[in-house]
């Protein structure tokens, strides 16, 4: 049964930094064949996309909320993706869920605002920033 489990999440300042961990297990290929996205919603809020990388790695995006203080990137190895957050703010403060979906042939694909491509999800890890 695939599987994918977040962890890394947790309290930290303002201008901190934390480093999201998505582990997969139980799928039929390596994450070189998937897409993997971030997702997070906060309290009242509507999930929103945070970061992508297609299954070749070779195409990245990320919200404009985040763009410069967080990287997306997959250890394909460790069947690992990961989410590094810098200069954290108040407003990052949410639950963060990976997700992933197989692309195809189309190994350069990467969707941060269509959620309901992604056929696998995790259960979330906690990130708030609070002083």
């Known amino acids: 049964q695939p599987q994918l489990v977040e962890s890394g999440g947790g309290l930290v300042q303002p201008g901190g930094s934390l480093r999201l961990s998505c582990a997969a297990s139980?799928?039929?290929?390596?994450?070189?064949?998937?897409?993997i996205g971030w997702f997070r919603q906060a309290p009242g809020k509507e999930l929103e996309g945070v970061s992508c990388?297609?299954?070749?790695?070779?195409?990245?995006n990320y919200a404009d909320s985040v763009k410069g203080r967080f990287f997306i990137y997959k250890d394909v190895g460790q069947n690992t993706a990961y989410l590094q957050m810098n200069r954290l703010e108040l407003e990052d403060t949410a639950v963060y869920y990976c997700?992933?979906?197989?692309?195809?042939?189309?190994?350069?694909?990467?969707?941060?605002?269509?959620?309901?491509?992604?056929?696998?999800w995790g259960q979330g890890t906690q990130v708030t920033v609070s002083s």
């Open positions: 997700a992933a979906f197989s692309p195809g042939v189309v190994s350069n694909l990467c969707l941060i605002t269509t959620r309901t491509a992604y056929d696998y």
């Open positions: 139980g799928f039929t290929f390596g994450l070189n064949h998937y897409a």
């Open positions: 990388i297609s299954s070749n790695g070779g195409t990245t």
